[in-house]
């Protein structure tokens, strides 16, 4: 049976970290992208980052960016998010999903009167999902 399960969540104060594992099994996990995604209450899902699948290159959202990072250990199919330097809007259910094209959608986005690449969750979903982990950080 396919499965992704997240660990590693848990209650912390802001600015601390916490790391999440997403372990996978029943599929060849080498060849899959892994995108982290949350989902706070009240709120829609929303892309956190993702890891291609051979080289392993790592894109993120902006609200993100330097105090996340994502890895992954192809020899033990697990990928990790560490995350550092918490922040109460990072409270959610995380979840890791994982996405056979093996690689992670990036896009023009308009920011701040510019357009620039920015990651984006994959419009044509995720084949495989875990059953989410909750984070909570207080402030």
């Known amino acids: 049976e396919v499965q992704l399960v997240e660990s590693g969540g848990g209650l912390v104060q802001a600015g601390g970290s916490l790391r999440l594992s997403c372990a996978a099994s029943a599929f060849t996990f080498d060849d899959y992208a892994i995108a982290w995604l949350r989902q706070a209450p009240g709120k829609e899902r929303e892309g956190v980052g993702c890891i291609t699948s051979r080289d392993g290159s790592t894109f993120y959202v902006d609200s993100v960016k330097g105090r996340f990072t994502i890895s992954r250990d192809n020899a033990n199919n697990t990928v990790y998010l560490q995350m550092n330097s918490l922040k109460a809007e990072d409270t959610a259910v995380y979840y890791c999903?994982?996405?056979?094209?093996?690689?992670?959608?990036?896009?023009?986005?308009?920011?701040?009167?510019?357009?620039?690449?920015?990651?984006?969750?994959?419009?044509?979903?995720?084949?495989?999902w875990g059953q989410g982990t909750q984070v909570t950080v207080s402030s």
């Open positions: 999903a994982a996405d056979r094209s093996g690689v992670c959608t990036i896009l023009p986005t308009l920011v701040s009167g510019t357009v620039a690449l920015r990651y984006r969750p994959s419009s044509q979903g995720y084949d495989y």
